[in-house]
Nanobody, 121 residues
Framework: VQLQASGGGLVKTGGSVKLSCAVR????????IGWFRQAPGKQREGISC????????EYYISDKERFIIARDDAKMTVYLHVNSLKPEDTAVYYC???????????????WGRGTLVTVSS
């Protein structure tokens, strides 16, 4: 597995979660990493993306102030912090490798296994 998301679980409303995307192999050098999520019965949506340079970050989610993307080059890991969780944040969260940052999941070239975040009310 070249992309592995982890850190999901059951969280109470108002809580926070830190998701990790461990990247292996050539993906770290060849792709930018984006976070997406898919809620039950809904289409996959783009959340955020970070380029090779940490300053190159994009957020696509409507209330983006609750989301923070970060990277650790030494660990080849990209993180997504989600704060003030709401029940509507319940979804499977995926990280993906893209050629360039985009909110369009169709542009992702590599997908990892997702991690489920369930927010209880």
């Amino acid at each position: 597995v070249q992309l592995q998301a982890s850190g999901g679980g059951l969280v109470k409303t108002g809580g926070s979660v830190k998701l990790s995307c461990a990247v292996r192999g050539m993906i770290w050098d060849d792709y930018v990493i984006g976070w997406f999520r898919q809620a039950p019965g809904k289409q996959r949506e783009g959340i955020s993306c970070m380029g090779v340079d940490s300053w190159n970050t994009e957020y696509y989610i409507s209330d983006k102030e609750r989301f923070i993307i970060a990277r650790d080059d030494a660990k080849m890991t990209v993180y997504l912090h989600v704060n003030s969780l709401k029940p509507e944040d319940t979804a499977v969260y995926y990280c993906a490798g893209l050629i360039r940052c985009s909110s369009n999941s169709a542009e992702a070239r590599k997908w990892g296994r997702g991690t489920l975040v369930t927010v209880s009310s």
